[in-house]
C-alpha cells in the first residue's frame, strides 16, 4: 500500500519519465524539419513559434488573472531557449547517441555550478562523479588516440553547450526556489524563437524555401503541439517538484530512447570508445542522482 508521499511523487515521477522519452525521440522531428527544407534554424524557429503560439491564449487568460514572470524566470527561460536551439542543431548535424551522451554531462555541470554558484559542499562522492563524468566524455571525444580529447565537430559543441546551458537553468530555478511552469515554458518557446531568427537572419540565405513553407509549418505545428509543449512542460512541471538527483537519475530514458531509436532508424556509427564514455557517463549521472541533495555553506536567498 502506497504512502501518501509516495503518491504524491508518482505523478512528478511519470511527467519525467514521459517527458525523457519524448526528448529521446526528439531527433526523429526535428530531422522530418530539416528534410522538409526547414534546414538547421529555421526548424527551431517554425517548433517555438509554432510552440508559443499554441500557450498564448491560456497565457493572456493567466494574466488577467494576476499571473507575472519575476526575474528569476525570465532567467531560467533564456537558458532553456538557449539549451533548445543548440539541442535541434546539434542533432541535425551530428550523431544522435553522441549527441545524447555528451549533452549527459549536464549533471556534472550542475554540481560544479552547485560548488561555485550555490556554495555547496564538495564531498568525495560528487567530486569522483565528476571525474567519471568528465572521463567518459574525453573518451569519447578521443582520449587514447593521440589527439587532444576536444570536441572536433559542430554537433558535439553544441551538445556540449546544450548540456551547461541546462544546468545552469536548472541552478537558476533551483536557487530561486517557486516560479511558474507555464510562463517559463512559454517564455523559453518565445525567446528560443527569437534566438533562432536572429541566427537564421545573420545566416544570409532566404528565411523559408517558398515550397517547403506550408508543408514544413504544417508539420511544425503538429510536431509542437503533440510532442514540443507537453515534453517541455511535463519536464519543468516534475523537475520543480522532484529532487535534482532523481530527477537526473529519470532522465536517463532519454538515453535509452535516443538509442533504441537511433539504432533502429540510422545507420550511424557507435563504437567501442563510444560505448565505454556513454558507460562512464551514464555512471556519473546515476551516481550524481544517488546522492542526496548537497547543503549549501550559506543558505540561498528566500530559505530560512
Not at 16 to 34: H, M, N, Q, T
Not at 39 to 51: D, I, K, N, Q
Not at 130 to 154: F, K, N, S, V, Y
Request: hydrophobic share 55%; with cysteine.
Amino acid at each position: 500500500m502506497s504512502t501518501p508521499r509516495q503518491s504524491s511523487m508518482a505523478m512528478p515521477v511519470a511527467a519525467i519519465v514521459i517527458s525523457a522519452a519524448g526528448w529521446g525521440l526528439w531527433w526523429i522531428g526535428v530531422r522530418a524539419l530539416d528534410a522538409r527544407g526547414l534546414t538547421g534554424e529555421r526548424a527551431s524557429l517554425a517548433l517555438f513559434v509554432c510552440s508559443s503560439l499554441i500557450l498564448l491564449p491560456h497565457l493572456l487568460l493567466r494574466y488577467r488573472r494576476g499571473a507575472r514572470m519575476d526575474g528569476a524566470t525570465i532567467l531560467a527561460a533564456a537558458l532553456y531557449a538557449l539549451v533548445m536551439v543548440s539541442w535541434n542543431h546539434a542533432l541535425i548535424v551530428g550523431d544522435v547517441v553522441r549527441v545524447t551522451l555528451l549533452f549527459y554531462l549536464a549533471p556534472v555541470w550542475a554540481t560544479l555550478f552547485g560548488f561555485f554558484v550555490l556554495g555547496d559542499r564538495p564531498t568525495a562522492k560528487r567530486l569522483a562523479g565528476i571525474g567519471l563524468g568528465l572521463g567518459g566524455a574525453a573518451t569519447i571525444l578521443g582520449a587514447g588516440t593521440g589527439d587532444l580529447p576536444l570536441p572536433r565537430e559542430l554537433g558535439d559543441w553544441l551538445a556540449l553547450a546544450a548540456g551547461v546551458g541546462f544546468a545552469a537553468s536548472a541552478t537558476v530555478m533551483r536557487r530561486a526556489g517557486g516560479t511558474s511552469d507555464y510562463e517559463r515554458t512559454f517564455l523559453a518557446f518565445a525567446l528560443g524563437a527569437l534566438l533562432a531568427l536572429a541566427l537564421v537572419l545573420a545566416d544570409g540565405s532566404p528565411m523559408f524555401p517558398p515550397q517547403s513553407l506550408a508543408p514544413g509549418m504544417a508539420l511544425a505545428f503538429g510536431f509542437a503541439a503533440i510532442w514540443v509543449v507537453p515534453t517541455t512542460w511535463l519536464l519543468f512541471w516534475g523537475a520543480s517538484r522532484l529532487d535534482p538527483g532523481r530527477v537526473s537519475i529519470l532522465l536517463l530514458v532519454e538515453v535509452l530512447a535516443a538509442a533504441g531509436s537511433a539504432a533502429i532508424l540510422t545507420d550511424e556509427p557507435f563504437g567501442p570508445r563510444e560505448w565505454i564514455g556513454g558507460i562512464m557517463i551514464v555512471a556519473a549521472a546515476i551516481f550524481e542522482g544517488r546522492n542526496p541533495p548537497p547543503a549549501p555553506e550559506h543558505p540561498v536567498e528566500g530559505e530560512g
